[in-house]
């Protein structure tokens, strides 16, 4: 029987534990021997795998996080170690990989299956939903859920008194998590890197509409601005605005999975393993790309920037100017 693993690497997102527990159910279907690589890529270097069952799954499906857990490694930089993850594979004779991640989880896959004879299926896993080729990423869905409660709650509290919220949300480089959340929760501001926002223009709406009685502001700012404080000051100085700011931080990461992440996560297993199976050497990435799952050679996503879709751009701009 061939044997086959999973691991997760990078920033943890909730739907993994589902992607786990159906890999180790279908792999059991398809006469595969499912191992868990503990502890991403540092797990991979030191050994840490270990055959499972369906036992070692039960009761998961609803937790966020990962329970192989995972980690960011700067070991995995160097060759030797990356000799060592190889030889560490081979002692278990693993040759079929699916790794939930990111981009920089994918850049290091890339490296390491051009050296080594593996065959890899990327699935893209992160709140940040800012893979190239791929409309969406694993725990995207959970992590915008998240922001809406938290938002529909400080939108309470901001309305009893006459304050502005600016609330600063994840994405590393991108915008998309800030762009969504200040769409779907109603939010007055939306500064994101990827439209150039004018607070002049902002200023002169502001200001009719407290005029009009306006009494409170919500202002969504992606963490990958760097412009949180900068907005808040702007607000109290320009707008004469009470302004709190509040850093949603890694609660974003954290929560029991939504609906959608779970069916998608077992959606991308079953494509993965399949793929896997019928294919004897690929190095690939499964994306989900306009409601289609397509596989990508991981050189075509790698090195390659997402795009927020232009639609939801154009959404958005109203809040930015
Ligand atoms: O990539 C996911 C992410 O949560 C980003 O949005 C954020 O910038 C980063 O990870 C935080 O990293 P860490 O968990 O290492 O603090």
């Not at 792999?27 to 890529?41: E, H």
């Not at 699916?98 to 390491?112: C, P, Q, R, T, W």
């Not at 963490?223 to 004469?240: G, S, V, Y």
């Not at 609906?259 to 896997?276: G, H, K, N, P, Q």
Request: charged share 30%.
């Amino acid at each position: 029987m061939n044997s086959i693993a999973i691991m997760c690497s990078g920033g943890d997102s909730s739907g993994m534990n589902c992607a786990i527990k159906k890999f180790v159910e279908y792999a059991n279907d398809k006469n595969l021997i499912p191992y868990f690589i503990y502890d991403g890529l540092e797990g991979l270097i030191d050994g840490n795998i270990q055959k499972v069952n369906y036992k070692d799954v039960s009761g998961i499906i609803h937790l966020g996080g990962t329970v192989i857990r995972t980690s960011r490694s700067k070991r995995f930089y160097e060759f030797s170690n990356r000799k060592t993850a190889y030889d560490n594979l081979q002692n278990y004779n693993i040759d079929k990989l699916i790794v939930l991640g990111g981009d920089g989880s994918f850049k290091a896959m890339n490296i390491f299956c051009q050296e080594f004879d593996i065959s890899f299926v990327g699935v893209p896993s992160t709140i940040d939903n800012d893979v190239y080729g791929t409309d969406y990423c694993l725990g995207v869905d959970t992590a915008l859920n998240i922001i809406k409660d938290a938002l529909d709650e400080i939108r309470d509290t901001s309305s009893s008194f006459k304050r502005a919220f600016v609330v600063e949300t994840m994405g590393r480089d991108c915008g998309y998590l800030a762009l969504v959340s200040a769409l779907t929760s109603g939010a007055e501001m939306c500064i994101i890197p990827e439209i150039k926002y004018d607070l002049d223009s902002l200023k002169l709406k502001f200001e009719k509409e407290i005029k009009d009685g306006r009494s409170y502001i919500i202002a969504i700012v992606s963490e990958a601005t760097k412009d949180t404080q900068k907005i808040k000051n702007w607000i109290q100085e320009d707008l004469k605005f009470e302004v709190r700011e509040m850093v949603l931080g890694h609660i974003q990461r954290g929560g029991s999975p939504s609906v959608y992440d779970r069916l998608m996560a077992f959606e991308f297993i079953f494509y993965a393993i399949d793929r896997l199976v019928e294919q004897k050497k690929i190095n690939e990435i499964l994306v989900y790309k306009d409601a289609e799952f397509k596989f990508l050679d991981i050189d075509d996503v790698v090195d390659k920037v997402y795009q927020i879709d232009p639609k939801l751009l154009k959404l958005a701009s109203k809040l930015t100017r």
